[in-house]
């Protein structure tokens, strides 16, 4: 069995990647109550674990892209 490996946004949470069940990349990190982590879709509310998280430095790229929307 292969360990689950997710990567995450260390700053938003934002965990990049479609959702396996509606397709959609809007998925966030979550904590389920055994402390365990993973992800929750927030189109769909599609749950999933993880075995360990990637963690991404530095800015959420759609956030990056609001924030140039903004100076326009
Ligand atoms: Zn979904």
Redesign the pocket.
Known sequence: MGEIVIRAFRVSGYVPG???????E??GLVMFEDYALGWE??????LGHADRVEWIEGKDTALADLEDAEDE
Not at 18 to 24: A, I, L, M, N, T
Not at 41 to 46: D, I, N, P, V
Request: glycine letters at 14%; aromatic letters at 0%; proline letters at 7%.
């Open positions: 479609p959702c396996s069940k509606c397709g959609k809007e998925r879709c927030l189109a769909c509310g599609e």
